[in-house]
C-alpha cells in the first residue's frame, strides 16, 4: 500500500523507505508516523538525506534517510564498495578493514557493511570486538589495505552513530574520494538482493578476525616512542585513568605495560563498555570538570596525582593534575589542561625524544610538526627556536593525517601533529589521532618530570617561559538553526558598511580571513591559501595586539564554537595581565559577532 500525503516531497522517499526497510522496528516507525499522517515528523527524517561529508557520517540513530539506521547503511557501504573497487585496482585482495566501538548498533551496523563487502569479492578484516578508533587507521597501513571503516560516533551523545572511513594511505578521505563514494551512494540507493542477509560472515573464507596480531604489533610499535623504561619501572607517580565507559581499558592497560609502567587505577562506575554512559551527561572528557568528577574521586580515594581519561572510542585523551594547594577533598584544586596545554607538552616532549634518541642537538629541517588551524601556535614558537618546521592544516586530522602522508613520501620526519579538541598523534604510526599511545607517554612523561621534581604544569610554564606565552580560550554555544547560523556570519561580513569589521569593541582588526569566501586580507591578492568550502562557516579575525581569534561550525554537532589565542614575548612575565586582554576580547567578541541574546543561542553547559 503505497501512501499519498498529497505532499510531493514526501511521497516519493516514504514510499521507498516502506518498499526498502527490512528493519522491523524503523519499518514500523515509518509506517506508524505515515498511517497517522504526521508530517511534520515524517519532514525532519526525510526532507534531508543524511550527507556523506567529514570522512563519512555522523548522524542521531533512528528511522528515515536523515538518520543512521540499516538502512543507510547499506545504501553508503553499496556506493563505497563500488567507488573503492573502481579506484583501487587490486581493492578486492588488498582487503577492507571494518571495526566497531561499544555504541547502540554498532555492531550491527558493522556486520551489516561487512556482509556487502564479502558479497562483492572483498577480503575483510573484521575486528569481531570492540576496538579503538585508531587501530582501524594502523591497520590500513600495516596490513596495506585499500580502505578502512570505524563503525563509531566518537564522543557524541548516546543517541548518535557513525561511520567513518579511511583510505589505503592510512588517513581520512578527503576530496574527491568523498565526493566520488556519495555520488555512487547516489546511485545506488536501492539495497542489491542479499544486502540484509549477514549469513555470509559465517562461511567466508575472506574473512580475517586481526584482534590478536594487530595488538601485538601495535604494543610493538608503541614501544619505539619509550624511551625512559627504567625510570618507568621504578617510578612511584600514580595514576587514575578512565575509558569514559568506551572500549579504550583493556588497550590502555596494554599500552601501560608496553612501558613498563605501573597499572593505573580505573575508575570503577566508568570502566565497563556502556552505550548509556550512565554517569555523564556528555561522554566527553574535553568537558572538563563536569565529565571527570569520578575520576578525580577514584584519583582522591587512591593518592593519585595524575588523571588520563579517553573518550568513548580512545582516540582522544584528557589529562588532569592535582595542584598541592589547599585540601585534598577540594576538586578544584585539579588542573584539567586544555587541549593546547596539552599539545605543547607533548611536542615538547617529542623533539626531546627525538633528540634523545639521535643523539643531535643542532636542528633538523626535515622534521615537521603540524597543528590545525584553530589550535594553539606554540608549535610555532618551539620550532623557531629549535630549528624544526610547523605547518598548519584546516581544522581536522583529515587534513593533518594526509599531510603527514605527503611528507613521509617526501622523506621527510613528522613527530607530532595535535588539535586543540585533545586529538594528539605522535609519530605515524598512526595517521590519525591515537587516545591509546599518549595515554602511555603522558604517563612517561609525567613519571620522568618526577625524576626533576618538575610537575606537568611547572613544565607547561617552563615551556612559555622559553618559547613565549600562548594562552587560548575556546569554547562554543549551541544552534540547531541554519538559517541562524548563516545569519551570524553573514552579520560578520556585513558588519561595518557592507564589509567586515575594522573592530571589535575597542580591539582593532589588522587581518581578515574567510575560509567560506576565500577571502584572506593577509594575502597581495585577497585569496586565501588554505583551502575553501562553501558548505561550512570559518572567519578568523587577527588583532592588533597579537590575539587571533576564528569562529567556525562544527562539520559534526550542532555548535557555533570559537578559538582565541594570544602570544606574548617569553621576556613578558605579566601573566595575569596577558590572560585578562584575552578574556575581555571574547566579551566583546561573543557580545559584538555572536549576539547569544539577540539570536538565543545556548552556552555551552
Known amino acids: ?110 556486520e551489516l557493511t561487512v556482509s556487502i563487502l564479502l558479497r562483492e569479492g572483498v577480503k575483510v578484516y573484521y575486528f569481531s570486538s570492540i576496538v579503538p578508533t585508531p587501530y582501524v587507521p594502523y591497520t590500513v597501513k600495516k ?49 542489491w538482493s542479499s544486502s540484509w542477509d549477514t549469513s555470509i560472515m559465517s562461511t567466508s573464507s575472506l574473512l580475517e578476525c586481526p584482534l590478536d596480531d594487530i595488538n601485538n604489533l601495535y604494543m610493538k610499535d608503541v614501544q619505539q616512542y619509550c624511551i625512559y623504561r627504567d625510570i618507568n ?41 556502556d552505550p548509556e554512559f550512565p554517569t555523564v551527561k556528555f561522554p566527553n572528557p574535553e568537558e572538563g570538570k563536569s565529565a571527570l568528577h569520578l575520576a578525580m574521586q577514584t584519583a582522591r580515594d587512591n593518592d593519585c596525582k595524575i588523571i588520563l581519561a579517553n573518550d568513548p572510542d580512545a582516540d582522544r585523551i584528557a589529562m588532569a593534575e592535582w595542584e598541592p594547594k589547599g585540601t585534598v577533598k577540594q576538586t578544584e584544586m585539579w588542573k584539567v589542561f586544555t587541549g593546547n596545554e596539552t599539545g605543547a607538552l607533548l611536542g615538547w616532549w617529542a623533539f626531546h625524544c627525538y633528540k634523545q634518541k639521535n643523539n643531535r642537538s643542532e636542528s633538523d629541517k626535515s622534521v615537521y610538526m603540524l597543528a590545525s588551524t584553530v589550535s594553539s601556535k606554540i608549535l610555532r614558537s618551539i620550532g623557531n627556536k629549535e630549528g624544526f618546521k610547523f605547518e598548519e592544516t584546516l581544522t581536522g586530522f583529515k587534513w593533518m593525517g594526509n599531510r603527514s602522508y605527503q611528507l613521509q613520501e617526501e622523506g621527510h620526519t613528522v613527530l607530532f601533529a595535535f588539535e586543540e579538541a585533545i586529538g594528539f598523534m605522535f609519530g605515524s ?69 557592507g564589509g567586515y569589521p575594522s573592530t571589535c569593541g575597542k580591539y582593532k582588526i589588522t587581518g581578515i580571513r574567510d575560509l567560506t569566501t576565500g577571502y584572506d586580507s593577509h594575502q597581495p591578492d585577497n585569496k586565501a591559501i588554505l583551502p575553501t568550502s562553501k558548505s561550512s562557516q570559518m572567519i578568523t579575525f587577527t588583532f592588533a595586539n597579537g590575539a587571533v581569534a576564528t569562529l567556525r561550525t562544527s562539520g559534526t554537532e550542532p555548535k557555533i564554537k570559537y578559538y582565541t589565542e594570544i602570544c606574548a614575548d617569553p621576556s613578558l612575565s605579566d601573566y595575569d595581565a596577558i590572560k585578562e586582554d584575552l578574556r575581555q576580547l571574547v566579551k566583546d567578541l561573543i557580545t559584538n559577532f555572536l549576539k547569544p541574546d539577540e539570536y538565543k543561542l545556548q552556552s555551552k553547559i
Open 143 to 191: 596490513y596495506q589495505c585499500a580502505a578502512g571503516i570505524m563503525i563509531t560516533a566518537s564522543h557524541n551523545p548516546k543517541e548518535d552513530n557513525g561511520y567513518k572511513v579511511y583510505w589505503q594511505n592510512g588517513a581520512q578521505i578527503t576530496s574527491p574520494t568523498d565526493k566520488n563514494i556519495a555520488n555512487l551512494i547516489e546511485l545506488n540507493l536501492e539495497p
Open 429 to 497: 604510526n598512526v595517521l590519525d589521532k591515537d587516545g591509546i599511545s599518549a595515554c602511555a607517554i603522558l604517563a612517561e612523561m609525567a613519571c620522568y618530570l618526577a625524576t626533576k621534581g618538575v610537575t606537568m604544569k611547572d613544565k607547561l610554564y617552563e615551556i612559555y617561559k622559553e618559547y613565549g606565552f600562548h594562552y587560548s580560550i575556546n569554547s562554543y554555544y549551541i544552534c540547531h538553526h541554519q538559517p541562524t547560523i548563516q545569519k551570524i556570519f553573514q552579520g560578520m561580513r556585513t558588519y561595518e558598511n
Open 1 to 110: 500500500m503505497a501512501f499519498d500525503f498529497g505532499d510531493t516531497v514526501l511521497n516519493e522517499p516514504v514510499n521507498l523507505w516502506l518498499q526498502w526497510d527490512k528493519n522491523e522496528n524503523t519499518r514500523k516507525t515509518i509506517s506508524d508516523l505515515a498511517g497517522c499522517k504526521n508530517t511534520d515528523e515524517l519532514h525532519k527524517l526525510f526532507d534531508k538525506r543524511i550527507a556523506f561529508g567529514t570522512a563519512g557520517l555522523r548522524a542521531a540513530m533512528g528511522a528515515g534517510f536523515a538518520r543512521m539506521n540499516d538502512l543507510t547503511i547499506i545504501q553508503t557501504t553499496q556506493g563505497l564498495v563500488k567507488h573503492a573497487i573502481e579506484a583501487v585496482p587490486d581493492c578486492k585482495s588488498r582487503g577492507v578493514v571494518v571495526g566497531f566501538d561499544s555504541r547502540h548498533n554498532s555492531s550491527r551496523f558493522a
Open 233 to 273: 619501572k621504578s617510578s612511584q607517580v600514580k595514576f587514575t585513568y578512565t575509558p569514559m565507559h568506551g572500549v579504550g581499558l583493556q588497550y590502555a592497560q596494554r599500552a601501560f605495560k608496553a612501558f613498563d609502567l605501573s597499572p593505573f587505577i580505573a575508575v570503577p562506575q566508568q570502566s565497563e563498555p
